[in-house]
Structures are given as structure tokens and as C-alpha cells.
């Protein structure tokens, strides 16, 4: 782990309002990303996927070995290796039941092995 990346990362977080990194009410895990992705760039990190789980789901502690599983080793490659838009269009989130990780109508799961095409 390089600290002075993570860091500065951090700083760059902190200087943002908490509320701008917060999912919104309902909102699932890939419309979060995607949403987030848009105004920061990944870090290389799970950030945004922990900030995620921490804000909405903190038992779901499997999530980042589940995304991991998936491809996923840091946020932008969850919304590219993990969830497959239906459409280009992802927004607005169609809403997941609270405490959910799981993605809205709007996404599917990418599974090892069984390509979506
Ligand atoms: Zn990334
Ligand atoms: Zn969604």
C-alpha cells in the first residue's frame, strides 16, 4: 500500500463536502459509482465502494471480496468488471431496498465465466 497516494487521496476527499460523497436515499451500488465517477476520479481504491457500504449497508462485509471476485480492485473497474449497464443511460437509480449491495433493474451482475454478450 503506497500511504503518501492514500493520503493525498484523502485530503482531496476531505476538502469535498461529506454530503457529495454520500449515496443518495435508495440509490444501489452501481448508480452510486457511476454517479461519483463522474466528478472524481478513482483512486485506485475500493473508496468509494467502502463509503458506499459503510453509508448503507455496514454488515455487508463480504461486499469487497465480492467485487474483488468479480474484478473489481478498485471503483471504476466495479462499475466496469462487476455491473453491466442495461443502457447507456443508468440514471436515475431505480432504487434498491435499504441495506441492499445489490444493483438496481438498471444494472446486471457480471458473472466469472459467463459472459453477458
Ligand atoms: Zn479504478
Ligand atoms: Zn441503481
Redesign the pocket.
Known sequence: MDSSIDSEAEDFVHTMADAITAPLPR??????L?RMLRDLQCDGSLRLTRNYRDATAPRATALEHRVMNGGGYCDCEVLMNVFIPHDEH?M?????RRGSTQ?????SRHRRGMPWF
Not at 440509490?27 to 452510486?32: D, I, K, N, S
Not at 436515475?92 to 434498491?96: K, Q
Open positions: 440509490e444501489c451500488l452501481p448508480c452510486y457511476d443508468v436515475p437509480c431505480g432504487g434498491v444493483p438496481c433493474s438498471l444494472w
